[in-house]
């Protein structure tokens, strides 16, 4: 009878699980949004698919390797906000909708019709490729299917696709396209790898067990996938974790998992559903997986408990926030284990497990050993490291756990003007940037303005620039990890290489100049280029150190041609182009090209 009343339990909570989604995706326009392609819907990546230190904030579109396919408006309204950047989005547009929602369409290749028209003339007056432009009232009015743009690869995107989000305009919290109906063809079931074990100890996590569910380990028992072992555990509180994967179009490219469960015999214990999130929430993706284990295994696990300092709000848990306290008294029971995507295509598994005896945890007593007298981090305090000339000051939010953390210090090295400060471990989390400030250990005269602080993971690891400024014989700026910091300085300008046509081409006769700009260490600051002494349009593509310039209209050098004809006739036909780069530590190069059609 027990068992029947708890198989009720489980069935009524599916079930009221599964109306409540319902509701709420009703709450949302169905038919309002229409794709902002043609071709059919194909998921690069859904909603929410986790990525380093934030969540995908919107679906990405397969575009099948090509650039240039049209975007269009997904429904009536005016663009509000217009950002081109070398890196993040590229070339992204936003529109806003009467109904309170605003779609986001980035990593363009161009934009289209009047939109282009107008941004083409607000770079030339302000003489930048990259700006940030908000619209506070109706300008550039679009229609539902109305062309916008065409898909591309610009920005730090890792192909060509179109990135397409749906926003709450009041709130600007990224919502799930999937409530607004907009949702891929699926009939394929998320698949649950492996649950992980683990087991609270003083400032951490033990992994005790990693449960795979494969033929030769689980069975289908009654629309449960198995395990055939039972779980055996001693006495103590407890966390889990799983391993999953969904599928959409076919089953051999996994996907981001849209929900998990996990109960404990038939009792709801903690549920993930990825319908909404807010921007400032994204990086605390580092708290709700085994970050550690992540940074060693390169395996994102995700947590079926809440940390304390994790505030990220799509969770729903029991008072103990997902954690489990085993006691002898709960000799043996089930867990159950659910993955689910936006369709409601849906997996579970199911363990066993037994209580043993209390005994002594060899694994516990390392532990407690290796953090014994070690200096401690809080979150939610502010607190200062200072050690031999080395000076941190954590924010409030810079942690999501107590941290028993440890501060080395090396020799010099000959490329610095500091020793080496080994600040904790890369493998904790950083959840807001800290402060961090290095003394000057020698005088350099100077050269004050080209010092940085450098950064790496590991001492196995190059170090990079993470820039910084000289005050007072200190060296300061902000740091997202913890690791391994020291004095460096960067003297070298960038460099510049024109990227000759293809032979048998001279320069005019082809659509475009590229150059190859980069720099080697603080990284781009500025660019320009000039043609004949004026400014023109450089196209900065920061993945491949790519700055090209597109004849923007057919009649370009032909305008060069009249002006030269009649300003300097015996330069009529010469084309110079000056390419102008500068580094964050204000290293400057400027090459001149002479291009004669």
Same mark, same amino acid.
């Given at each position: ?69 049209? %975007? /269009? *408006?997904?429904? +009536?309204? !005016?663009?509000?906000? =217009? ?5 993040? @989005? ?13 779609? %986001? /369409? *980035?990593?363009? +290749?161009? !934009?289209?019709?009047? =939109? ?5 003339? @607000? ?5 930048t490729f990259e700006f940030d432009k908000i619209f506070m009232k109706p300008f550039l009015i679009v229609k539902k299917g109305d062309t916008i743009g065409l898909s591309g690869n610009s920005g730090t995107s890792s192909g060509p696709h179109l990135h397409f989000e749906i926003r709450d305009s009041r709130t600007e919290k990224i919502l799930n396209p999937a409530l607004f109906g907009i949702l891929p063809v699926d009939n394929f079931a998320p698949e649950i ?301 960038p460099q510049v290489k024109w990227l000759l046509p293809k032979k048998g081409k001279e320069a005019a006769d082809t659509l475009r100049w590229e150059f190859e700009i980069s720099d080697d260490f603080s990284g781009i600051k500025s660019y320009d280029m000039f043609l004949n002494g004026r400014w023109i349009l450089g196209d900065f593509d920061a993945k491949n150190d790519r700055l090209t310039y597109v004849f923007d209209e057919v009649y370009a050098i032909e ?39």
């Open positions: 009878m027990e068992s029947h009343s708890r198989y009720i339990r489980v069935v009524l909570f599916f079930c009221l699980l599964f109306g409540l989604n319902q509701a709420f995706a009703q709450k949302y326009p169905q038919d309002y949004f229409r794709y902002p392609m043609d071709s059919l819907p194909n998921f690069v990546s859904p909603f929410g698919v986790m990525r380093d230190n934030h969540f995908h904030s919107g679906i990405d579109l397969r575009t099948n390797g090509k650039i240039g396919l049209p %975007v /269009y *408006a997904s429904a +009536d309204g !005016y663009v509000s906000r =217009i950002k081109v950047a070398r890196g993040a @989005y590229g070339k992204a547009l936003y529109i806003e909708h009467a109904n309170g929602y605003a779609t %986001v /369409y *980035a990593h363009l +290749d161009s !934009y289209y019709g009047a =939109i282009a028209q107008w941004i083409h003339e @607000y770079q030339y007056i302000n003489q790898n492996k649950i992980y074990v683990y087991k609270f100890v003083r400032e951490g996590l033990l992994l005790k067990k990693q449960l795979a569910f494969t033929n030769k380990t689980a069975s289908w028992q009654n629309g449960f996938l198995q395990l055939k072992d039972t779980l055996l555990l001693d006495p103590d509180t407890y966390g889990f974790g799983i391993d999953a994967q969904d599928f959409i179009h076919n089953n051999k490219d996994p996907k981001g998992l849209y929900s998990y469960s996990f109960w404990l015999n038939q009792s709801h214990k903690f549920t993930h559903t990825l319908n909404q999130f807010a921007f400032d929430e994204t990086k605390y993706i580092n708290a709700h997986i085994d970050f550690p284990y992540y940074k060693l295994e390169k395996l994102r696990v995700q947590k079926c408990f809440v940390d304390d300092g994790n505030r990220f709000s799509t969770y729903q848990t029991d008072a103990d926030k997902g954690r489990v306290n085993f006691t002898q008294a709960s000799s043996n029971g089930e867990l159950i284990f659910e993955a689910a995507d936006v369709n409601q295509n849906k997996t579970y598994v199911k363990i066993l497990y037994k209580i043993g005896l209390n005994q002594m945890d060899a694994e516990r007593q390392t532990y407690e050993n290796l953090i014994a007298n070690k200096p401690m981090l809080f979150p939610g305090k502010a607190s200062v490291v200072e050690q031999d000339g080395f000076w941190a000051s954590m924010d409030e939010k810079s942690l999501y756990d107590t941290t028993c953390y440890v501060l080395n210090t090396f020799p010099k090295t000959a490329d610095a003007f500091s020793n080496t400060y080994a600040f904790h471990s890369y493998t904790t989390p950083v959840h807001a940037a800290f402060n961090v400030a290095i003394k000057l250990d020698f005088p350099a005269i100077g050269l004050e303005d080209k010092l940085v602080l450098a950064y790496a993971k590991t001492n196995k690891d190059g170090f990079n620039s993470i820039s910084g400024t000289f005050k007072n014989g200190w060296v300061q700026t902000k740091a997202n990890n913890f690791g391994l910091f020291k004095i460096m300085l960067d003297t070298i300008a305008r060069e041609r009249i002006y030269n004809l009649e300003n300097n006739p015996s330069e009529a036909n010469a084309f110079k182009v000056l390419v102008r780069v500068t580094d964050n530590k204000g290293n400057k190069t400027e090459r001149w090209f002479e291009m004669i059609p």
